[in-house]
């Protein structure tokens, strides 16, 4: 009822101007509703829309290797992120190692491509690799490998590469081009500069290769006493190299009181294919008496 005057006419008016506006306003509400959600629809449908293109677009970009007459275009380093340079990386581990090979398999090639774009960016880890893959020269990271055609120079190149940029593994590589004279004139003082800096940095084969030189008064002054330190922390890392020094010097009594069965504990725990290990252990056993089952 109207609250002037409560006739019954004011009262109706009243009751139907107050349903006219809730419908109107359900109306608004409604549409405001729909349009809101066509909005989020189309918006929703935008975003990915532009995470497919985008997301393609680094795929190719960062996973897909150049085929033949492909164009590539050159990345500056200053715009290449390090995420991006160890995700080369990455990828040529995936096409070089089972079990981490890419779904297309093992491909030593397109392997190399991707370590040797990260090292021309710089990468002194993918240098390294690669002064490894290009040589005969062991280092402990990759083993039994030899999928990529020797060439010396460019070994040696690579790991001077690294080297220079203090990474161990580059230290040790170029340290036996030294020792060994490959490629380089033999200088046995800058090789064990170099094994030195790589053991300081727990570099296990470093270590072994320094430890080596102690032994047999290569390049360093002969000490039973370093050679023993530095072989065995290599061993307890277990690097093999270093596994298999430290039975030798169990087996002769180099530095350490002799002890059979010791050697034997060592030479049976090198990983690799070695038949010196294999041989010494079998002399050593049958020196105790030992058959063996």
């Known amino acids: 009822m109207c609250k002037n005057c409560n006739c019954p006419d004011c009262s109706t008016y009243d009751s139907r101007s107050n349903n006219a506006t809730g419908r109107e306003t359900a109306l608004l509400e409604a549409r405001a509703f729909m349009i809101t959600t066509v909005l989020k629809c189309i918006g929703f449908v935008?975003?990915?829309?532009?995470?497919?293109?985008?997301?393609?677009?680094?795929?190719?970009?960062?996973?897909?290797?150049?085929?033949?007459?492909?164009?590539?275009?050159?990345?500056?380093?200053?715009?290449?992120?390090?995420?991006?340079?160890?995700?080369?990386?990455?990828?040529?581990?995936?096409?070089?190692?089972?079990?981490?090979?890419?779904?297309?398999?093992?491909?030593?090639?397109?392997?190399?491509?991707?370590?040797?774009?990260?090292?021309?960016?710089?990468?002194?880890?993918?240098?390294?690799?690669?002064?490894?893959?290009y040589s005969d020269i062991n280092t402990m990271t990759i083993q039994n490998c030899t999928c990529a055609p020797t060439d010396l120079e460019k070994s040696v190149y690579w790991f001077r590469r690294a080297s220079n940029q203090d990474d161990a593994e580059g230290h040790v590589g170029l340290g036996v081009a030294y020792r060994d004279g490959i490629v380089v004139e033999r200088d046995i003082h800058?090789?064990?500069?170099?094994?030195?800096?790589?053991?300081?940095?727990?570099?296990?084969?470093?270590?072994?290769?320094?430890?080596?030189?102690?032994?047999?008064?290569?390049?360093?002054?002969?000490?039973y006493e370093r050679a023993l330190f530095w072989i065995r922390q290599s061993a307890e890392l277990w690097n093999d190299f270093g596994i298999y020094t430290l039975g030798y010097m169990y087996e002769n009594g180099h530095g350490i009181e002799r002890n059979v069965e010791q050697a034997i504990y060592w030479y049976s725990r090198v990983q690799w294919t070695n038949s010196d290990a294999a041989i010494a252990i079998t002399r050593l056993i049958s020196e105790i008496g030992i058959s063996g089952s």
């Open 46 to 133: 935008i975003v990915c829309a532009m995470i497919i293109t985008f997301g393609r677009a680094a795929y190719n970009r960062i996973f897909d290797a150049p085929v033949e007459g492909q164009t590539v275009v050159a990345v500056s380093s200053n715009q290449t992120t390090h995420e991006e340079v160890m995700e080369m990386v990455s990828l040529g581990f995936r096409y070089l190692w089972p079990p981490f090979n890419a779904p297309q398999g093992h491909d030593c090639a397109t392997a190399i491509y991707w370590f040797t774009k990260a090292a021309e960016l710089g990468d002194a880890h993918a240098q390294s690799l690669l002064g490894q893959l």
């Open 190 to 223: 800058t090789a064990i500069r170099l094994f030195r800096l790589s053991a300081g940095r727990g570099h296990s084969t470093g270590m072994h290769h320094l430890g080596f030189s102690y032994l047999h008064g290569d390049g360093a002054e002969q000490s």
